[in-house]
C-alpha cells in the first residue's frame, strides 16, 4: 500500500478509515505509544500499538531509530497536543536499530556531540529543522531571481584564478597525490599536470558571471566555494555555498537595492513556509538564552528579529563615516572591547562590524566606499578621492550576530583603470585576458554581490555555530565524511 506523509496526514481535515505511514521510531512509551517522525515535519505522528494482539518479539523491536511501517486509522486523538493519530493495525519492522548502540539517544544531545555525527544529527529535531528552513531558503533564492527573470549560470568549480586575490586557494591536480610530477626544487611541476596549470577550487564565480552579465544582463550563481583559510571561527567554512547575482547597467546604489530586496524576500519565504520549523527553533533558543546572565540574552525572540529586519530599512553608511562612529565611541575599558580605530584606512575587525550592528544602529548595516587598499582589484574607483584616500564602490552587509553576511560592489569598468590597478597589485593581465575582453568590447557599468548562504541559515534559524547549517562540514577539524 502506498504510504502517505506524516505532514499530510497531520494536516488532514477528516479522519480516514485506512493510512499507511513509514518512517523512524522517535521514542515508544508504556508498549503502547510510538512517536514517528518521517522527515516530512518537525511533528511525529503518535501511533498506538494494539498491545494486547502483538507479539511481545514484534514490541521489542520497536525502538528508538528503527525505521518502521504502520497502517491504520487516522483517528481524532484523546491525547494532548495532536489532533489525529494512527490506531495501528498492521505494523512492520524494516530496519532495526540497536537501543544499546544507536548514538542518537531520546535526550537532549551536545551540539559538539552531534557534530561528531554529521550523518545522524540530521534524526533530531533541530537538524531535521535546520535542514528543512535551508532547503526551503535554497528554494526561495531561485524563486526570487527567477521571477526576476535573471538567468543561472554554474561558473567553473575548478578554476586557473583567484577572483579574491587573497591567495587563500585549494590547489587541485589531476593525479594521484604520489604521482605527482615534481622539479627539482621538489616543487609540484604544474607543466606536466593534466590542466597544465596551477588549478584551485574557485573562492568565487564572479568574475565569470560578469562575463555572462555582460551578455544575458542580469545573471547569479549559487554554488559551492572553497576558501583555505583559517576557518576554525564559528562564522567560517573551508566549503560553503555562495549566491552572486551580477547585473550588467547596475550602479552601487541600485546594487544595494537588489541586495536589500533579496534578502527580505529569502527571510520572508521562510518565515511564512516554515512556520513550525522556526518555532521549533525558537522554543530552543529561548530555553538557551535563558542559560545565559540577562545582559547578555538576546533582546528578541527568532521570530520577532525576522520580522524587524523584514520591516526595518538598512542603514546605509559610509566606511568614513562609520570610522567617525568608531573612534567617537567610548572604548571599553575591559578592552573587552576596544571600539576605537586608530586610523582611516585600516580594516574593520569584527568586533567594530558587530558595534555598529548590535550597539549603535541596532538595525542591518550596509557600509560603502571603502577604502580602495583594502578591497579587491576589480572594485569600482571613485572619482574625485584624495590621494592616499582613495576609494572604491564596494559595500559590505552586517548582520546582527552574523558580522558580515554581504560583500560586494560596483565593477571597475574602464579597462585603462582595471588595468593600471592590476599592475600594481602584481596580478597578470595575460591570466585574466577573457576577464579583460569584457572592458575591451562593450564594457559597461555593472555591479554584482555575494551572500554566503550559510551565513544567511544562521541568520534564519537562530544557531551560532556555521557548522551546525551546512549538512556535513568542511573545516580545518571537520572533514570526515
Ligand atoms: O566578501 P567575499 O569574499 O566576496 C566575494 O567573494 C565577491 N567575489 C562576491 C561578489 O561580489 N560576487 O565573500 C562573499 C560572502 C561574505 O560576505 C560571506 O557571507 C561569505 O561570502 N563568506 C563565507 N562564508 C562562510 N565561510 C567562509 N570562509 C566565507 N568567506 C566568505
Ligand atoms: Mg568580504
Same mark, same amino acid.
Given at each position: ?116 555525527? =554529521? ?6 529535531? =533541530? ?46 591536480? =589531476? ?33 565569470? %558571471? ?213 599592475? %600594481? ?53 571537520? =572533514?570526515?565524511?
Amino acid at each position: 500500500m502506498k504510504h502517505t506523509k506524516v505532514k499530510d496526514l497531520l494536516n488532514s481535515t477528516k479522519t480516514i478509515h485506512e493510512v499507511t505511514a513509514k518512517g523512524w521510531v522517535r521514542t515508544f512509551r508504556n508498549n503502547q505509544f510510538i512517536a514517528l517522525n518521517d522527515g516530512s515535519t518537525i511533528h511525529n505522528i503518535q501511533c498506538v500499538v494494539d498491545f494486547e494482539n502483538t507479539p511481545e518479539t514484534t514490541l521489542k523491536r520497536i525502538t528508538t531509530g528503527a525505521a518502521i511501517s504502520v497502517t491504520g486509522e487516522l483517528a481524532e486523538s484523546q491525547g494532548a497536543g495532536q489532533k489525529y493519530e494512527i490506531q495501528v493495525k498492521k505494523l512492520e519492522i524494516l530496519g532495526d536499530s540497536d537501543a544499546e548502540k544507536f548514538p542518537m539517544q531520546p535526550k537532549k544531545h551536545s551540539l559538539e556531540f552531534l557534530r561528531e555525527n =554529521a550523518h545522524l544529527r540530521v534524526r533530531t529535531n =533541530a537538524f531535521g529543522a535546520i535542514m528543512r528552513v535551508r532547503s526551503a531558503l535554497s528554494f526561495a533564492v531561485h524563486q526570487y531571481f527567477q521571477q526576476k527573470g535573471f538567468v543561472y549560470v554554474n561558473t567553473p568549480i575548478i578554476t586557473g584564478s583567484d577572483a579574491e586575490g587573497a591567495g587563500e586557494m585549494f590547489q587541485v591536480s =589531476a593525479l594521484p597525490f604520489d604521482n605527482t610530477p615534481r622539479t627539482e626544487e621538489g616543487k609540484v611541476n604544474y607543466k606536466e599536470d593534466f590542466f597544465g596549470k596551477q588549478t584551485n577550487l574557485t573562492v568565487s564565480g564572479q568574475l565569470e %558571471a560578469e562575463t555572462y552579465a555582460m551578455a544575458l544582463g542580469q545573471v547569479y550563481t549559487f554554488g559551492p566555494t572553497f576558501r583555505a583559510e583559517n576557518s576554525n571561527t564559528s562564522r567560517h567554512l573551508a566549503e560553503f555555498w555562495m549566491i552572486e547575482p551580477e547585473v550588467a547597467f547596475n550602479d552601487l546604489a541600485a546594487n544595494m537595492d537588489l541586495a536589500e530586496d533579496f534578502i527580505k524576500y529569502v527571510v520572508k519565504y521562510a518565515v511564512d513556509n516554515c512556520a513550525d520549523d522556526l518555532k521549533f527553533l525558537e522554543g530552543r533558543l529561548t530555553e538557551e538564552e535563558k542559560q545565559k546572565p540577562q545582559a547578555e540574552r538576546s533582546e528578541m525572540a527568532l521570530l520577532e528579529k525576522l520580522q524587524f529586519v523584514l520591516e526595518n530599512n538598512f542603514k546605509r553608511v559610509s566606511y568614513t563615516e562609520a570610522v567617525d562612529i568608531l573612534r567617537d565611541s567610548t572604548p571599553n575599558k575591559k578592552k573587552k572591547f576596544q571600539y576605537l580605530i586608530e586610523e582611516w584606512g585600516a580594516d574593520l575587525q569584527s568586533e567594530h562590524e558587530r558595534f555598529l550592528v548590535e550597539k549603535h544602529f541596532k538595525c542591518p548595516v550596509i557600509l560603502f566606499d571603502y577604502p580602495a587598499k583594502i578591497k579587491a582589484f576589480y572594485m569600482r574607483l571613485n572619482d574625485n578621492t584624495e590621494p592616499g584616500k582613495e576609494t572604491v564602490r564596494a559595500m559590505d552587509i552586517l548582520f546582527p550576530g552574523i558580522g558580515e553576511i554581504v560583500g560586494g560592489s560596483q565593477r571597475e569598468e574602464r579597462l585603462d583603470v582595471l588595468i593600471e590597478k592590476m599592475k %600594481a597589485l602584481g596580478i597578470d593581465e595575460e591570466e585574466l585576458w577573457w576577464y579583460l575582453d569584457t572592458r575591451r568590447f562593450g564594457s559597461a557599468v555593472h555591479s554584482g554581490f555575494g551572500l554566503g548562504f550559510e551565513r544567511l541559515v544562521l541568520f534564519v534559524t537562530g544557531m551560532t555555530n556555521i557548522r551546525d547549517v551546512i549538512p556535513f562540514p568542511r573545516t580545518p577539524m571537520n =572533514a570526515e565524511f
